[in-house]
């Protein structure tokens, strides 16, 4: 393609104005770079936000995942906020802007229907009985929860991590003692476990695979109870629905699937 000097292309007519030729150069690098900013590679350069609502226990994995759609979209940023499904579910029923909904249970986002109406099975985690490698009580079953002395927490009820401990304890039958603290959510429990503030607790299988050096699990016989299955969906009033649609297909592309599978989610078929 054959090139055009300025005074031969679409600002041809300031070199024929009879004004200053300073004042002539100052007009046509303002002209120019109006016209670059309406090009594509002007378009690229404007930011934008996607903001995204996930439960807490996604809070390492999606922070991963979003530094990579970012590089794949530049421009974007990925503003999370990770926190327990049902509050996420409160402040999008109160009208909270946000793009994509992430729950750790069916339950939660059927509760934000009238928002995201539209949703679909996503990944699964299981909840295990966590203990620091080395566990001066000695416990190898999850009935040693019965251990006088022992500490041990796990979520509150109402939260998918805490529904989850809930049944799986009563589908094990053999637990009597009571946790010493219910918490609000699951990086609450896995946190106070980490510090010693506790001798165990129940978390999901993610937060051990996470956390192999410190921390030992001991599964429950039923997988099913245990378990709690997220959900994703774009929310209906999103002002980019493109975009939100685009952070959805990653999140569940081939090579993020393989990045959630090593660090402990298993995959809804």
Known sequence: ?????????????????????????????????????????GYAAQKTTLTVFAASSLADSFTFLGKSFEKLHP???????????????????????????????????????????????????????????????KITRIRGLNTPGLKWIQCAHEVPCGVAADAALASDGTVTSKPVSLEPKASSVIAKLLLGEVDAAIVYHTDVVK?????????????????TRYAIGVVNDSKQKSLANAFMDYVQSPKAILYLRRSGFGVIS
């Open 75 to 137: 421009g974007t940023t990925v503003l999370f906020s990770f926190l327990a499904s049902p509050t996420l579910v409160t402040q999008i029923n109160a009208g909270a802007p946000v793009d994509v909904f992430v729950s750790a249970s069916g339950k939660d986002i059927q509760n934000a229907s009238s928002r995201v109406p539209i949703y679909q099975g996503y990944v699964f985690n299981r909840i295990v009985l966590a203990l620091p490698v080395a566990n001066p009580f």
């Open 1 to 41: 393609m054959s090139q055009m000097s300025a005074k031969e292309g679409p600002f041809a007519s300031l070199y024929s104005c009879p004004m200053p030729r300073r004042l002539r150069k100052i007009l046509s690098a303002a002209l120019i770079f109006s016209f670059l900013a309406l090009t594509p590679q």
């Open 211 to 227: 956390n192999r050096k410190a921390l030992k699990e001991i599964v429950f016989t039923n997988r099913l109870t245990s378990s």
